[in-house]
């Protein structure tokens, strides 16, 4: 068998398929694995590259593979369908997966650490646990509403609907009723207590992490957005400067250009969408505190509000704060703000 210079892994539960090519691009190599028999086929082959299409259990793999002395990489599985030839099957993807990883210009996944992806994980189950409290909160509403109850949403509006469930008469809500509602306050309270221990792990990891506290300078980046940055770029110099790290997020304009003309669209969104809505939300908030001060990012800000909607400032400032963050972390240096120049003859 020829020297195996690189192989394209199709991932998979139990069944993996892999692709082996020589240094030319010819296929030598084409396998089923049981899931049992990965590892153990890569412990005793010469060191290559293995690329894998970046899924859910790829981060693992390049890890475990990556210590066996092989070179992993992965691949967006946006940017592997193009290499993938007529019809759908493990071995043809496989083949897609080498044949891009071949490729000059592909671009890859940094594998993420485990201590990133645990960290990435808790920012999962938060996430998770919020929509299920805010799922909660809307059905005790809507079922408050067919008794005559109205309370104004928001989740800072739950008082009001504790309120009425305990005071509210037995004529106007009937006891079946009030027991069925206070289950499901019961369980808004738990879930309440869940997301303070995830925030707490959080803020005990964020206490210890040099570059997390570092993000957490930068105005409009707290700490749920500082250690989501952190562990979701495990190394920010992969992107040759801001405007490339803004654009992998998905806050920049969308082209559309052909002979010469292009055309701006709207944002591209692009990349991690939990990430873009941490510095959307950290912008909006950002953005009533600038309207009256007197930095360099706040008379910037207000220029654009002169003459730009509301919503197109805001996620143009989410741009600069990631451009900022991207700074700060490849810098190793916390946050300082410019102060507006000062006009001639000023004290």
């Not at 892994?9 to 028999?37: S, T, W, Y």
């Not at 189950?125 to 809507?142: C, F, H, P, W, Y």
Request: proline share 5%; glycine share 6%.
């Amino acid at each position: 068998m020829s020297e195996i210079s690189i192989i394209g892994l199709d991932l998979a539960k139990q069944v993996f398929q892999i692709h082996g090519a020589d240094p030319a691009g010819r296929c030598v190599l084409r396998k089923q694995l049981k899931r049992r028999e990965v590892l153990q086929f890569f412990a005793k082959l010469r060191p290559c590259t293995v690329a894998m299409e970046a899924c859910g259990t790829a981060h693992y793999w390049a890890r475990e593979i990556g210590k066996l002395g092989h070179c992993t990489r992965l691949i967006p599985p946006a940017y592997v369908k193009p290499y993938v030839k007529r019809g759908k099957n493990d071995a043809i993807d496989a083949e897609a997966i080498c044949e891009a990883a071949a490729r000059p210009t592909m671009r890859f996944v940094p594998v993420k650490p485990m201590e990133n992806q645990a960290i990435v994980m808790l920012h999962r189950s938060r996430d998770l646990v919020i929509k299920n409290r805010t799922m909660l909160v809307n059905a005790l509403r809507a079922h408050l509403a067919e008794f005559g109850f109205v309370a104004g949403k928001g989740i800072w509006k739950l008082p009001d609907l504790v309120k009425i469930v305990s005071q509210a008469p037995e004529e106007a809500l009937p006891e079946l009723v009030r027991t069925t509602l206070s289950g499901l306050l019961d369980i808004i309270a738990a879930i309440g207590s869940q997301l303070d221990a995830i925030e707490k792990r959080l803020r005990e990891w964020h206490k210890k992490d040099a570059r997390s506290k570092r993000l957490d300078t930068v105005p409009g980046i707290g700490l749920i957005a500082a250690t989501a940055c952190r562990a979701l770029v495990p190394d920010p110099k992969l992107f040759r400067n801001g405007r490339h790290f803004a654009a992998w997020i998905g806050i920049v304009p969308k082209l559309d250009g052909t002979g010469g003309k292009t055309r701006l669209g709207r944002i591209s969104k692009a990349g991690d969408r939990y990430l873009r809505r941490l510095f959307v939300l950290g912008a909006t908030s950002l953005l009533r505190s600038l309207e009256n001060k007197s930095t360099r990012l706040a008379l910037w800000v207000q220029a654009l509000l002169a003459r730009r909607t509301k919503r197109a400032v805001t996620v143009a400032l989410a741009n600069k704060l990631a451009r900022i963050a991207w700074a700060v972390m490849t810098r190793d240096e916390a946050y300082k703000p410019l102060a507006a120049a000062q006009p001639a003859g000023c004290a």
